[in-house]
């Protein structure tokens, strides 16, 4: 670009072209336009001619993976050509044989019958006029009906489908003079078994959580929610991979807008793969701003119906044992799956819990170093004498000190993670062995601040998501510096600039702090939640198209 | 779009800022030093007038829903008035908050920062506020909701904790120098509501415009109960002629709180509380000027005026040679900038273009 060019898109000052989408107050039911399918390659007649386009398209010459048996069909005594295509190691051998194979090449009862070419299903005469209707012999719906003995057989048409069929462990059957191929599911690939959740565990909740596997997923909600207003499409994301992606939304309670919107968001993603729900979440965010999640992600199959149930929607991909859920509040990303099975009492003592944790997390240490350094007379006289001597002997500044330790503790929980989990509390113990005690005894570091470091590493813990916690500790070092740098007026300015930060964000049509509001509390928007019987309306911010959740006397069995 | 919109309670905090960041300053003085012991008598008059005024601002909007005092210039003068009235409140809004910006900083430099340069406290704030205005035009109001409460529970709780210092014979006699100075010359005290300037442009922000009466007169009471709790602390706590050499005369109050021998000096806290009002009320005053000059220049994108904006207020920020005369803008221009342009040039405009609305419907039917 030329210095002058560059000068004047300096000086002048052009629009951002900023994504607006809102949730309506009221729900509209506007009709989902279709997506306009791009033109795919058909199928031909020639069974030698699809041959060569399957051999050249997935290079068999080079993947040994790719399995492609060619025969001869015996359908009502004649022979067609015809071959199977499917991926080694992602079907099950045996139904192959047992269920393709043997009913299409073995002579039986079956395929031997010819019976008449064609066949009359009704006869009447009418003035001396006899009209029949005949059934014309078809040997697709022949194949079909009596030739597979398989649940899930489909018919496609284009080469598109049948790769995306074979990618997933079907089985593809072209014949010889059929412009169609049958898509056969005989999936048999190793999977991982449903077990229990490793990062969201309760006590008194289901033990069982999402695997990588898509239609386990699925079915994990199906179970769950057992009813059939629940909507599971499925849509391929990625040019490369075109990874199966599951929205799940209540067709009978989401609102058709936010519906409407994730599927558009998800449908216009041009990339070439798609690995991961993380990667999905990030690409469909409305800002990315400052690292704040806006989607909430879960492991857990109830937590996600329970949110299905609330009217939002919820992304699965295959290949993930996450589901991604939108729109999220900042509530959200502070309770717990607990929190439902628990009595309020309890439940709300805990939230509180986690507000303070949130708290402690992200202004504790800025706190410290801002009455370190500018407000020490807030400290009690004897608090003060007892923390004094501890912080005579250490030869650093308390920014120094405090930086130190905090990425030290960031060092030791990242090791944690990334290590063998054999060794894992090792380097717990080496950690706080090595940086506690004897960083203390060296002088270097003030035991006050170990408690303090201590204490928001502990609170940090604390919060339920695992995103926010992680955005809430990389936070707390602006607060720090900002406390070094002008005491309670830096912190304070902060805490403005952060909340004015967090009321901008938007997450999915919705505003992130709705819950937290206290403006907006109206209509079960609460971060502390009611006793279940007093649960009888759904989030107001979600526009649901059922407001009620249940019957505003839902203990029927007290009158 | 109504997520865009003010709610009922914002638009309460959006007035309730304004008091509260005067407050905080030299208001309670002002207000002390001119009724003397007769503030909170004279208070509860100038609420009642207050409530009257504002009653008569929704009288006067009714006629013209959903529109604000720049259109209904522009209804009764044209493009002239409209720009006239817009760069009145401009200059009011930036010249006003640039002035207590001043006070406040060089308040908060005395108390904290001794050996710093004025300007870098400024500064600070100059740039949260910026930033802020960056940001959506709703995401500072509804960030005021949320602080304004503890601002309301920290005066709450400096009166109930200052209970024991209390010397209520302090507000004896109570018609202070008597009941001209009280209620005549006392009524100048109504630059006390100067939040009032918000609710001209409320109208066309409002999300359920229908509650645009109850917020004239809640914002107004709530005003009136924060100004009273907190001219009753200093009252009851100080003789007001001690207090005239504060620089912040509610900051001297938490000073003398404590709970036994550990819990003391909590003025910092409150501090940390009001410096955050403060920003708040810099993002909201900041914002409205910027949505004023957008209205009249009938430009489409804010944005762009942010920087000029938080120059602008820089630049006035730094006019002022020294404390006195910054404090001699806000105790004395201040007061009569409130009295002839908020509370007489506007409503006198709300009630001819309400007069000449009348007019034009008349002919209409004849």
Not at chain 1, 542 to 557: D, G, H
Request: hydrophobic residues 50%.
């Amino acid at each position: 670009m030329p210095l002058l060019e560059k000068l004047a898109h300096f000086l002048t000052w052009v629009p951002e072209k900023d994504y607006e989408f809102y949730l309506p107050e009221e729900s509209s039911t506007q009709p989902v336009p279709e997506e306009n399918k791009t033109q795919q390659q058909a199928i031909f007649p020639s069974v030698a001619v699809n041959l060569e386009y399957v051999k050249t398209a997935y290079n068999t010459m080079l993947n040994s993976d790719i399995v492609i048996r060619e025969f001869n069909i015996l359908a009502r005594n004649r022979q067609y050509e015809a071959f199977i295509l499917f991926i080694d190691g992602m079907v099950n051998s045996t139904m192959i044989n047992d269920f393709i194979l043997k009913p299409l090449m073995l002579r039986n009862s079956a395929n031997s019958f010819e019976g008449e070419q064609d066949r009359v299903i009704a006869e009447a005469v009418t003035n001396n006029i006899t009209v029949r209707k005949i059934k014309k012999f078809d040997i697709v719906s022949y194949i079909t009906s009596c030739l597979l003995p398989q649940n899930s057989v489909k018919q496609v048409h284009t080469f598109s489908e049948i790769f995306s069929g074979v990618n997933s462990g079907n089985c593809a059957l072209f014949i010889d003079t059929l412009n169609v191929v049958f898509d056969i599911e005989v999936k048999g690939f190793k999977q991982r078994s449903v077990s229990q959740p490793q990062n969201e565990t309760v006590i008194k909740g289901p033990h069982e959580a999402f695997v990588e596997n898509l239609r386990t997923n699925t079915s994990l909600l199906r179970k769950i929610v057992n009813n059939e207003n629940l909507i599971m499409e499925s849509v391929s994301v990625g040019n490369i991979t075109k990874t199966k992606c599951a929205i799940c939304y209540m067709k009978n309670i989401a609102n058709d807008d936010l519906i409407s919107e994730v599927q558009y968001r998800i449908h216009n993603l041009q990339i070439d793969s798609l690995l991961s729900v993380g990667q999905l979440e990030q690409l469909i965010v409305d800002q990315n701003t400052l690292g704040i999640p806006e989607i909430l992600s879960t492991e857990r199959p109830d937590k996600t119906s329970q949110y299905l149930l609330q009217g939002r929607v919820a992304v699965l991909v295959n290949g993930s044992p996450y589901a991604v859920i939108m729109p999220a509040t900042i509530s959200d990303f502070m309770s717990s799956t607990e929190d439902a099975n628990l009595k309020p009492y309890f439940a709300n003592f805990l939230k509180g819990l986690r507000l303070l944790a949130a708290f402690i997390t992200l202004l504790l240490p800025g706190l410290y170093v801002a009455i370190t350094c500018f407000h020490q007379e807030i400290l009690p006289t004897e608090l003060l004498f007892s923390i004094l001597p501890t912080r005579q002997n250490v030869p650093f500044p308390v920014i120094i000190e405090i930086l130190t330790l905090e990425i030290s503790f960031e060092l030791i929980r990242e090791a944690g993670l990334r290590v063998p989990s054999p060794i894992g509390s090792t380097i717990g113990i080496v950690g706080a062995l090595v940086l506690g005690q004897a960083a203390v005894s060296a002088g270097i570091i003030s035991p006050i601040l170990i408690i303090i470091v201590a204490i928001t590493g502990i609170a940090s813990f604390a919060i339920p998501d695992f995103s926010f916690g992680f955005h809430l500790r990389f936070f707390r070092f602006i607060f720090i510096l900002l406390g070094f740098i002008a005491g309670f007026l830096g912190i304070s300015i902060g805490i403005f600039v952060y909340l004015c930060i967090l009321c901008n964000l938007k997450s999915f049509g919705t505003s992130f702090i709705t819950s937290a509001c206290t403006c907006s509390n109206k209509k079960s928007n609460d971060y502390f939640i009611p006793p279940i019987w007093k649960q009888e309306k759904r989030p107001a911010f979600l526009s649901t198209k059922k407001e009620k959740n249940q019957e505003a006397i839902s203990m029927k069995w007290k009158n | 779009m109504n997520q865009t919109k003010l709610s009922s309670l914002e638009a309460i905090s959006l007035v309730l800022t304004i008091t509260i960041a005067h407050t905080v300053l030299s208001l309670p003085r002002i207000l002390l030093n001119s009724t003397k012991s007769a503030t909170l008598l004279n208070l509860l008059y100038v609420t009642g007038i207050v409530i009257l005024l504002a009653w008569l601002i929704y009288y006067c909007f009714k006629k013209f829903p959903g529109q604000d005092i720049l259109d209904v210039s522009h209804f009764l003068g044209g493009n002239i008035l409209k720009n006239i009235v817009g760069s009145l409140f401009i200059l009011y809004f930036v010249v006003s908050s640039s002035i207590l910006l001043r006070n406040f900083s060089q308040s908060i430099q005395v108390i904290y920062f001794p050996m710093t340069n004025v300007t870098f406290v400024i500064l600070f704030f100059i740039i949260a506020m910026t930033i802020v205005n960056y940001l959506s035009f709703h995401a500072s109001f509804k960030a005021t909701s949320f602080i304004m409460p503890f601002a309301i529970i920290s005066v709450l709780f400096l009166f109930l904790a200052n209970i024991d210092n209390f010397s209520f014979s302090r507000m004896f006699p109570l018609l202070g120098d008597g009941i001209i100075d009280t209620f005549i010359t006392g009524i100048g005290n109504v630059s006390a509501f100067c939040g009032i300037s918000v609710l001209y442009f409320l109208p066309p922000l409002l999300k359920k415009p229908e509650n645009y009466k109850k917020i004239c007169i809640a914002s107004i009471i709530i005003s009136a109960i924060y100004l009273f709790l907190c001219v009753a602390t200093l009252l009851f706590m100080f003789e007001f002629f001690i207090s005239n050499d504060e620089l912040m005369p509610l900051y001297s109050a938490t000073r003398y709180i404590e709970f036994g021998s550990f819990v003391q000096r909590l003025e910092s806290v409150f501090l940390l509380v009001w410096m955050i009002v403060f920003v708040c009320y810099l993002g909201i005053t900041s914002k409205i000027s910027i949505l004023c000059f957008k209205k009249i220049t009938k430009i489409k994108y804010h944005k762009p005026l942010v920087l000029p904006f938080s120059l602008f207020m820089f630049a006035i920020t730094l006019l002022p040679k020294n404390y006195a005369e910054s404090i001699f803008f806000e105790n004395t221009i201040f007061r009569y900038c409130v009295w002839f342009f908020i509370f007489a040039f506007c409503i006198g405009i709300l009630l001819i273009a309400n007069w000449k609305m009348r007019t034009n419907k008349k002919e209409e039917i004849s």
